[in-house]
């Protein structure tokens, strides 16, 4: 069984930064890409960023030049620094890992989302 347990959400001000992370823990032989989502009231849910595990990344382009997604691979862990953050942002943020378990099964797993606000 794999988990995705993702932190950092909060309430911030229009400008300000946060970061989240998400961490997989269980039965993994090795994960592929890693990536966030995000969906806000009323909205579909939508490609954020992604990072191999090579590390090539790849963002939406409504955040790029403003988000940054890291890695650990040691620790099975992706950030998401979100800097210059804007009212438009607010949404629940997922994370989400493609993966193979240690029996050797290609999965997709979720984590349970963080609400990220940003007030102006």
């Known amino acids: 069984q794999v988990q995705l347990v993702e932190s950092g959400g909060g309430l911030v001000q229009a400008g300000g930064s946060l970061r989240l992370s998400c961490a997989a823990s269980g039965t993994i032989s090795s994960i592929n890409a890693m990536g966030w989502y995000r969906q806000a009231p009323g909205k579909q849910r939508e490609f954020v960023a992604l990072i191999t595990s090579g590390g090539s990344t790849n963002y939406a382009d409504s955040v790029k030049g403003r988000f940054t997604i890291s890695r650990d691979n040691a620790k099975n862990t992706v950030y998401l620094q979100m800097n210059s953050l804007k009212p438009e942002d607010t949404a629940v943020y997922y994370c989400?890992?493609?993966?193979?378990?240690?029996?050797?099964?290609?999965?997709?797993?979720w984590g349970q989302g963080t609400l990220v606000t940003a007030s102006s």
């Open positions: 989400n890992a493609n993966l193979v378990s240690v029996t050797f099964r290609y999965l997709e797993n």
